[in-house]
């Protein structure tokens, strides 16, 4: 777990587009939005990656928003883990700091 006074975030961003509407994962629900420092911590986070891309993808790449949701329990981290690399789709791209590659990989598998 954290170190104290510290607490972790299963943090859920997309790119511009890349969740459509009628997508076979469901949908977003803009209506339970959490209001934390986490998001400036984020929006900073998003804002330094489209200025390092902007020259290969100018315009906007981030979707708005986000889910921010606080991580309770060791076992609630592996499970937060894991949907992450393994139940994305078969077209999503993952990465992991487990990876031997830093280039990641597409169509993940559970071990």
């Known amino acids: 777990m954290p170190a104290p006074g510290k607490k972790w975030r299963h943090v859920i961003i997309n790119t511009r587009s890349s969740w459509l509407h009628g997508d076979e994962r469901g949908f977003r629900n803009r209506g339970h939005r959490i209001h934390l420092k986490i998001k400036a911590i984020v929006g900073d986070a998003k804002r330094k990656a489209s200025r390092a891309v902007k020259r290969e993808l100018p315009g ?7 889910t ?3 991580v309770k329990s060791r076992q609630h981290q592996r499970s937060a883990y894991n949907y992450i690399l393994y139940d994305q789709g078969r077209s999503a791209w993952t990465w992991s700091f487990k990876d031997a590659a830093p280039e990641g990989c597409t169509g993940r598998k559970r071990p």
Not at 60 to 66: D, E, L, R
């Open 60 to 66: 906007t790449i981030w979707a708005a928003g986000g």
């Open 68 to 70: 921010y949701k606080r």
